[in-house]
């Protein structure tokens, strides 16, 4: 009995050696697994520039878009009017983003990078493409377009 209670330890530890049962063909259970996968590992690599994922996009955004407003970055990356303050807010309190009213309309809010959130961009990018580049290595080029044009259809 010991010995059979063993191997279903060992089999547990193999995440192989379990019985799916159909699980692995449910699309989202592969969606999550990549993206959980790929988000540990650029969380990891983020963190030597202390920021979250969704502060170094927000960062990019903003430098791609100079003038761009809270509501253009919240909408791009599809959060909430509360996450998007709170990112905005962090960046701008550690120096690298910048807000400032709108002349054409006063209610609106434009985002700058400072000059240090220019140069944060700059590793950050160098960063983020090391990153992928580990991963799309695994494809070639035409079916890393494919695989972006077909997840695309999922949250397009």
């Given at each position: 009995?010991?010995?059979?209670?063993?191997?279903?330890?060992?089999?547990?530890l193999?995440?192989?050696?379990?019985?799916?049962?159909?699980?692995?063909?449910?699309?989202?259970?592969?969606?999550?697994?990549?993206?959980?996968?790929?988000?540990?590992?650029?969380?990891?690599?983020?963190?030597?520039?202390?920021?979250?994922?969704?502060?170094?996009?927000?960062?990019?955004?903003?430098?791609?878009?100079?003038g761009?407003?809270?509501?253009?970055?919240?909408?791009?990356?599809?959060m909430?009017?509360?996450?998007?303050?709170?990112?905005?807010?962090?960046l701008?309190?550690?120096?690298?983003?910048?807000?400032?009213?709108s002349?054409?309309?006063?209610?609106?809010?434009?985002?700058?990078?400072?000059?240090?959130?220019?140069?944060?961009?700059?590793k950050?990018?160098?960063?983020v493409?090391a990153?992928?580049?580990?991963?799309?290595?695994?494809?070639?080029?035409?079916?890393?377009?494919?695989?972006?044009?077909?997840?695309?259809?999922?949250?397009?």
């Open positions: 009995m010991k010995a059979k209670v063993q191997a279903v330890i060992e089999d547990e193999n995440p192989d050696a379990l019985d799916f049962d159909t699980l692995d063909e449910v699309l989202g259970f592969h969606v999550r697994q990549a993206q959980g996968t790929m988000h540990r590992r650029i969380i990891e690599i983020l963190s030597e520039v202390d920021l979250t994922q969704k502060q170094a996009a927000t960062l990019w955004l903003v430098g791609a878009n100079p761009v407003s809270q509501t253009g970055i919240g909408n791009a990356l599809r909430d009017r509360a996450t998007t303050m709170a990112i905005i807010d962090r701008e309190n550690r120096g690298v983003v910048i807000r400032r009213r002349t054409v309309d006063r209610r609106r809010h434009e985002l700058y990078l400072t000059p240090e959130g220019q140069t944060l961009l700059i950050v990018k160098k960063l493409k990153h992928e580049r580990k991963f799309s290595a695994r494809f070639t080029d035409q079916e890393l377009a494919t695989l972006i044009e077909l997840l695309r259809r999922i949250y397009g």
